[in-house]
Nanobody, 115 residues
Framework: QVQLVESGGGLVQAGGSLRLSCVASGIIFRFTGMAWYRQAPGKERELVASITSGGGSTNYADSVKGRFTISRDNAKNTVYLQMNSLKPEDTAVYYC????????WGQGTQVTVSS
């Protein structure tokens, strides 16, 4: 079965950095576009960043442009989200998701940014 397992979340001070990882299994990863979403308490889930299957094209929410970088390693079936200059408003549960016709979600990893 398909599994997406996120890791790398935690508590960090404002201005700090974290790198999230999402390891996929049960899919042909190198043919699958991937995305990171986040959901803050009381808010709807929102797209943070996405990347095409080959990694040649990326897209970011305006709120994270210039601070976050999405990347992937198809040899490791892993997509990453490097988060720099973190702000308290980045606090959320972060999820990875496939962007193919069959859409799968990970279980999420908590990111908390203290001021």
């Amino acid at each position: 079965q398909v599994q997406l397992v996120e890791s790398g979340g935690g508590l960090v001070q404002a201005g700090g950095s974290l790198r999230l990882s999402c390891v996929a299994s049960g899919i042909i990863f190198r043919f699958t576009g991937m995305a990171w979403y986040r959901q803050a308490p009381g808010k709807e889930r929102e797209l943070v960043a996405s990347i095409t299957s080959g990694g040649g094209s990326t897209n970011y929410a305006d709120s994270v442009k210039g601070r976050f970088t999405i990347s992937r390693d198809n040899a490791k079936n892993t997509v990453y989200l490097q988060m720099n200059s973190l702000k308290p408003e980045d606090t959320a549960v972060y999820y990875c998701k496939t962007t193919s016709t069959m859409q799968y979600w990970g279980q999420g990893t908590q990111v908390t940014v203290s001021s």
